[in-house]
């Protein structure tokens, strides 16, 4: 079977370290070997995913529909919200009958389950937002009592919040990593280590992983685990 891989990122930032695009070719990458399949075509995209009408500012997202149906064959993405946590952007790509892989869940997908997984998506993008606004809260209750240069308390706060908001995107776009190597047989902390730092993904600051760093990051994928 032949099959177009599209990976996306939304920022910039992730665009030129690589570090999210990265992630996701390697997860798309070790299914695709796993399932004989081979992908005749790798699409990447830095843009944003929010909105109903996101399909016009994906211009590579539209092209990867329009070589899927000439190679009558899949798109494979390593995670739902590469496409969108919008249930109707979603729905709008499902009627143009192209059939969607997402590597994490494997070939079991049927647009049922990605309707649904994408009701989920959309709840936890919500809850990202509700964590970062907490963060935030939080932080400029702490620095209430600053008395510094005006508006140094809440740029602190800022900064706070925005590296939670970091730490989940960056917990997110290694999600499919992570589902490979548990499902490879990788089940512990220190195997998980070994795994990521085998496979060449470094830390945020482009250091090499840590037992108590990959826990907290499973514990941010999966607080309730």
């Known amino acids: ?43 990447t995209e830095v843009e944003t995913g929010k909105g109903n009408d996101a399909l016009d500012r994906r211009p590579k997202l539209a092209e990867a529909l329009r ?16 496409l969108s946590r919008n249930v109707h952007f979603i729905s709008g790509l499902m009627e143009d009958r192209v059939e969607f892989i997402v590597t994490e869940w494997g070939r079991q997908s049927n647009p049922f389950v990605l309707h649904m997984y994408a009701a989920l998506a959309q709840q936890e993008r919500q809850m990202i937002s509700e964590r970062t606004k907490a963060a935030l809260a939080k932080s400029k209750k702490k620095l209430g009592g600053y008395r510094g240069k005006p508006g140094t308390a809440q740029t602190i706060a800022l900064a706070r919040a925005a590296k939670t908001r970091n730490a989940d995107r960056r917990a997110n776009d290694l999600g499919p990593v992570l589902a490979d190597i548990r499902q490879a047989g990788h089940t512990s902390l220190d195997a998980i280590t070994r795994q990521l730092n085998e496979r060449d993904i470094p830390t945020p600051r482009g250091k090499l992983w840590r037992r108590q760093q990959v826990g907290r990051l499973l514990e941010r994928i999966d607080p309730l685990a």
Do not use: H
Not at 5 to 12: F, I, L, M, N, P
């Open 67 to 82: 070589q899927a149906k000439k190679l009558r064959g899949p798109v494979l993405i390593s995670k739902l919200d590469r």
């Open 1 to 43: 079977m032949n099959a177009v891989a599209y990976c996306r990122v939304s920022t910039r930032e992730q665009g030129e370290s690589g570090l999210g695009l990265e992630a996701q070719r390697t997860a798309i990458e070790a299914f695709a070997q796993r399932e004989g399949i081979t992908v005749a075509q790798w699409l």
